[in-house]
């Protein structure tokens, strides 16, 4: 089992910046990527960035890429979305998520955290 607890959300006005965290515990034998996904009110949940714990390798979709940058601690057990110039339609909450690199990138995850809301303003 693994757990997974995402923090650093809040309210940020548009082109502002913030920083998500997500601390993992517990065995992660199968997991090899740890990613970031959101769902808007509404919304289908969206993949945000995804990254291979073992290369380093990342993924990003159009929507998010130039602006969020995924990355990880692994003495801290920890991965980190940073995310700049933000825009009103950034407003989602925000999942991390484990799982084997081929099955995140087409949203099939074994491992979810809570959430954590972000809200962009105008």
């Known amino acids: 089992q693994v757990q997974l607890v995402e923090s650093g959300g809040g309210p940020v006005q548009l082109g502002g910046s913030l920083l998500l965290s997500c601390a993992a515990s517990g065995s992660t034998d199968r997991s090899n990527s740890m990613a970031w996904f959101r769902q808007a009110s509404g919304k289908e949940r969206e993949t945000v960035a995804v990254i291979h714990t073992g290369g380093g390798v990342t993924y990003y979709p159009d929507s998010v890429k130039g602006r969020f940058t995924i990355s990880q601690d692994n003495n801290k057990n920890t991965v980190y979305l940073q995310m700049n110039s933000l825009k009103p339609e950034d407003t989602a909450m925000y999942f991390c998520?484990?799982?084997?690199?081929?099955?995140?990138?087409?949203?099939?995850?074994?491992?979810w955290g809570q959430g954590t809301l972000v809200t962009v303003s105008s």
């Open positions: 998520a484990a799982g084997r690199w081929t099955e995140v990138l087409v949203g099939r995850v074994d491992y």
